[in-house]
């Protein structure tokens, strides 16, 4: 079975400094991706990075970095020059391909709360 | 990119009643649509996957019956929760996805209270 870890319920970060959350994954699966969303208090789901199973450089979009280390399962998020509107709660996905069926179906780790502080 | 929307965004209904929850791509055909619910302060939990023109696949534990989804063309998807009781009382949230593509297209969710 496919599971998603994240260890931390809650983490604080000083404003403008680098913060890294944590995620570990569980599949049996080769191909995979995974994900990592923002939820602020409106709910919305906001996607912020992707890393697929097979890409060997580490995933970047802008202020976010994915760490993947395959051989441990893992893949962080880094959130470099934190701002006081990354304050919100983020989600570490995994998305596998079943062989029954032609879409990805994607399960979330639990949730890590972000709070920046000023 | 990609919208989807959700109508309602909120609603409060009585117990016994049923409510209907529409998700909705705007800008594209999703081959998948998905709906997950979410509690306090939990994760996001996938409650069934619909295909257009197909009956949609449950998750285990997630009642076929209690939660009816028809999946009638291929921007838009429904999910009627029936006979209604306080503990359906959660976040909704579907997502839509195109072919042979990663990423998943979240609306913005739908607050059920269930009095």
């Known amino acids: 079975a496919q599971k998603i870890t994240q260890t931390q319920p809650g983490m604080f970060v000083q404003e403008k400094e680098a913060v890294t959350l944590d995620c570990t994954y569980d599949t049996s699966d080769q191909s995979y991706g995974l994900f990592w969303y923002k939820q602020p208090s409106s709910g919305e789901m906001i996607f912020l990075i992707y890393?697929?199973?097979?890409?060997?450089q580490n995933a970047t979009e802008g202020r976010y970095s994915l760490n993947f280390q395959k051989a441990r399962k893992s893949a962080n998020l880094v959130i470099s020059a934190s701002q006081l509107g990354d304050s919100a709660m983020y989600f570490c996905?995994?998305?596998?391909?079943?062989?029954?069926?032609?879409?990805?179906?994607?399960?979330f780790g639990p949730g890590t709360s972000l709070s920046v502080i000023p | 990119g990609a919208v989807v929307s959700q109508h309602p965004s909120r609603v409060i209904c009585k117990s016994g009643t049923s409510v209907k929850i529409e998700c909705r791509s705007l800008d594209f055909q999703a081959t998948t649509m998905f709906w997950y619910r979410q509690f306090p302060k939990q994760s996001l939990m996938l409650m069934a996957t619909s295909n257009e023109g197909s009956k949609a696949t449950y998750e285990q534990g997630v009642e076929k019956d209690k939660f009816l989804i028809n999946h009638a063309s291929l921007t838009l998807s429904t999910l009627t929760v029936t006979s209604a009781h306080p503990e359906d009382s959660s976040f909704y949230i579907c997502?839509?996805?195109?072919?042979?593509?990663?990423?998943?297209?979240f609306g913005p969710g739908t607050r059920l209270t269930v009095t």
């Open positions: 996905a995994m998305s596998s391909a079943s062989e029954k069926t032609s879409y990805d179906k994607v399960i």
């Open positions: 997502s839509a996805s195109l072919a042979d593509s990663y990423e998943q297209y």
């Open positions: 890393q697929g199973s097979y890409d060997e």
